[in-house]
């Protein structure tokens, strides 16, 4: 028995409900990606030059940081997740999830304890859920991060890290993020932030750009001190900014299938809608012409 | 006469400024430096404030605030990085005052926290560039 008509059509009328606003949310996404991409570009100037200091300071002196500095023996780590503050992403915020429970799991193989940090709100609720202990979370700023927030988290990173073993420190600080590649691919990724590997940003330095002899007000040592921090945060901004490009991205892909889904069941219940419309007319006429063909019989037999 | 600098302003979030100099003043930890071209390549720790560009013509100049950050100089390019860096023609002596007395303020009820302290910072620093740029 089909459905009645009734119900066919209300429930037509909320799936283009439905349809309306998965539609504005992709638009609401597509526009904001391009705004998400240019604030990246906007960021790599900074990530540039600074990155350049840094190898500068690195090269020309026999600096021994903490920053840098591989402890002997490491047996805590922080991991820092970046995932989305709301759903509606698609796999965005679950694959990024799923890296860390690897990370975590291999961490605690090579037998270091692993103290979580989370950016996001959707890593915040996962961590909850479990009631597991968390260092740190912050929220409200995955699709648009600052450099402020960026910032923040490397300020709590860094005091982490320079905060002995014994007393709660950590050894060493991955990250994990989602990378963008482009409007189809986003990749989960994992680096090592702490302790630093000084690396080129996006493009290895190209040939015959040898770094000049840098003279260091007031040394090479305090202008490391300074910087190291500043290339940390930097780094941070970059993945959040990565982060932010990659879950929009896969926020118009779901949305873009969820619309496309809507239309298809409009479209069928539609179908049936006609279909059950059409049955009740028939019916109606069938009954019409028996009932006619009833009263002509009676009255000819009077 | 030797060719202009190549002067870019970046602060972490954009491009602030780019363009051509005849000379930067900047304040640095250790004293003013003025940088003319065929400086010497120096990387140096700036002091929150304003650092000064002479334009080409000799006569303009523009005047950037920082936070902190380092300038970096080498073949004649020139580049200023602070994470808050922002054009002092942008800024307003008025607006300037009222951060500085908001963070002051924020700091005299008690609150040490680090956030303050370079709110402190970066308003004392602003200040002294938009007076400068007056």
Request: aromatic content about 0%.
């Given at each position: 028995m089909p459905a009645s008509l009734r119900e066919l059509r209300e429930r037509r009328a909320s799936v283009s409900n439905i349809k309306k606003i998965t539609r504005a949310m992709e638009l609401i996404a597509a526009s904001r990606i391009i705004k998400a991409q240019r604030s990246a570009r906007a960021a790599e100037p900074y990530a540039r030059e600074l990155t350049r200091a840094v190898s500068a300071v690195a090269t020309f002196s026999n600096v021994d940081h903490p920053l840098t500095t591989e402890p002997e023996n490491p047996t805590r780590a922080a991991m820092l997740l970046i995932t989305a503050?709301?759903?509606?992403?698609?796999?965005y915020s679950s694959s990024v999830l799923r890296q860390g429970e690897q990370l975590t799991q291999a961490l605690h193989e090579d037998g270091k304890d692993v103290v979580p940090f989370l950016a996001g709100r959707k890593a915040a609720q996962f961590y909850a859920f479990r009631r597991r202990e968390v260092a740190g979370s912050w929220s409200g700023f995955s699709d648009a991060p600052t450099y402020a927030a960026a910032r923040e988290i490397a300020d709590a990173l860094i005091e982490r890290f320079n905060t002995p073993t014994e007393e709660g420190g950590v050894d060493e600080i991955h990250v994990v993020y989602t990378r963008f590649v482009s409007m189809l691919t986003q990749r989960p990724e994992v680096i090592?932030?702490?302790?630093?590997?000084?690396v080129e940003g996006e493009e290895p330095p190209e040939k015959g750009d040898i770094l000049p002899l840098y003279e260091f007000e007031p040394d090479a040592d305090t202008v490391l001190d300074e910087l190291l921090p500043l290339y940390v945060a930097s780094r941070i901004q970059f993945c959040l900014l990565q982060a932010a490009a990659s879950e929009l991205a896969a926020r118009q892909r779901a949305m873009k299938a969820a619309t496309d889904n809507a239309e298809q069941l409009i479209e069928r219940l539609t179908r049936e809608a006609n279909q059950a419309r059409q049955a009740g007319i028939t019916q109606e006429i069938s009954e019409i012409v028996g009932g006619a063909n009833a009263l002509a019989d009676s009255a000819e037999s009077e | 006469m030797a060719d202009p600098l190549q002067v870019e302003v970046v602060s972490a979030e954009a491009l602030v400024w780019s363009g051509e100099a005849e000379s930067v003043i900047a304040k640095t930890v250790d004293g003013d430096i003025g940088i003319l071209p065929g400086h010497s390549p120096v990387l140096a720790l700036l002091v929150p404030g304003g650092v000064e560009i002479v334009c080409p013509d000799g006569r303009s100049r523009e005047i950037v605030a920082v936070d902190g950050g380092f300038i970096s100089v080498s073949q004649d390019r020139v580049s200023i990085l602070s994470e808050y860096a922002r054009m002092a023609?942008?800024?307003?002596v008025a607006d300037a005052e009222r951060e500085l007395a908001d963070a002051r303020a924020k700091l005299d009820a008690g609150d040490e926290s680090e956030e303050t302290k370079q709110h402190l910072h970066r308003a004392t620093a602003q200040l002294r560039a938009a007076q400068k740029a007056r």
């Open positions: 503050d709301r759903g509606q992403a698609g796999a090592r932030l702490l302790p630093l590997e000084v | 023609q942008e800024l307003s």
